[in-house]
């Protein structure tokens, strides 16, 4: 039997949604969901070292501020896998955050993805990545896709993964507004104007078809056209400045941009990095973001770096 290390370090990717169709409220409270994730390369890495107590230290690329509390989603995840297990051990974690802070891209669920992977081989606790991902629903509907990563398909509450395949490369602008977004208070206003309008959300979303197909075939121009947030006129509602940035960025040629989840960061889908670093250069002068950040899509999920 190997022993358990001491330090385990696992990132996990961040995520932005190419679609988001939200649906009627099931019988928990819940909306149902039919939302394509992506995984971008940008990374949430967590060190977990072994320690008599629990404990919790971030240091970020990125501006915002992030609880060090119960109320963090690292912390949680840890509480979580040491209650499922009945466990009393411990363990000093570390943080380097690079997602954007409250923007919509799974950040925290990230952290959470890469604790429970990273205290799973720390404490031998070999539940195995089905397990982990049952665990990880527990916490918020991104945490088992930042645990497998890639391109999927999430239904339910998003939490329950079909693994989309994927050709070409896909190259996204993240575009920071600033400010933040609460998702209650996004889901709330999206209620509030799908009541106004009159219309009856569905029982089950449906996904446009032909987004899995400019997925499978690498189709860029196809995808743009297929890009869709049902949350995205509720982000726009509560914060003013979302809706000019989507518009620039496709003034500046770029083929499609949307609020990634509940906002505020703006996804812009291009056709490669050049074309990102022009965009980007048009909506910082027209000081329209905060920060850009350029990253690659279909990344892995969380995975060990290293172990001793």
């Known amino acids: 039997m190997t022993p358990a290390p001491d330090r385990v370090v696992v990132r996990a990717p961040g995520k932005i949604n190419l ?21 971008v390369d940008l990374y949430e890495t967590v060190t977990a070292t072994r320690a008599d107590q629990l404990s919790l230290e971030l240091t970020s ?11 963090n989603l690292a912390l949680r995840a840890a509480e979580l896998l040491r209650s499922e297990c009945a466990l009393d051990l411990g ?8 997602v954007p802070i409250a923007g919509g891209m799974g950040g925290g669920s990230a952290d959470a993805a890469a604790t429970l992977v990273a205290l799973d081989r720390l404490w031998g606790t070999g539940l195995g990545p089905e397990r982990l991902r049952a665990l990880g629903a527990r916490l918020g509907a991104d945490v088992p896709f930042a645990m497998l990563g890639h391109t999927a398909l999430g239904r339910g509450n998003g939490a329950d993964l079909t693994t989309v395949l994927t050709h070409g490369e896909w190259t996204w602008l993240l575009a920071v507004p600033g400010g933040h977004l609460s998702t209650p ?23 446009d078809e032909r987004q899995l197909q400019a997925l499978s075939g690498g189709n860029i121009e196809l ?19 979302l809706e000019p940035v989507v518009e620039a960025a496709e003034r500046l040629g770029a083929p499609a941009a949307l609020v990634s989840g509940s906002g505020p960061t703006i996804a812009v889908l ?39």
Do not use: W
Request: proline share 5%; charged share 20%.
């Open 91 to 98: 363990a000093a974690l570390h943080v380097h955050k690079q």
């Open 223 to 241: 995808l743009a056209e297929t890009l869709h947030n049902d949350l995205q006129i509720a982000a726009f509602a509560l914060h003013p400045g």
């Open 61 to 71: 690329d990125v501006p915002g501020e992030l609880p060090l509390d119960g109320n």
């Open 185 to 207: 208070a996004v889901f709330r206003r999206f209620d509030e104007i799908s009541l106004a309008s009159g219309r009856p959300l569905a029982e089950r979303p449906e996904l």
């Open 19 to 39: 679609s988001l169709r939200v649906g009627a409220v099931d019988a928990r409270g819940y909306h149902s969901l039919a939302t394509v994730f992506q995984a």
């Open 270 to 308: 291009v056709q490669d990095e050049a074309q990102a670093r022009e965009i980007a250069a048009g909506l910082m002068r027209d000081s329209l973001a905060q920060t850009c950040l350029v990253a690659r899509g279909s990344a892995p999920g969380a995975s060990v770096l290293e172990e001793s």
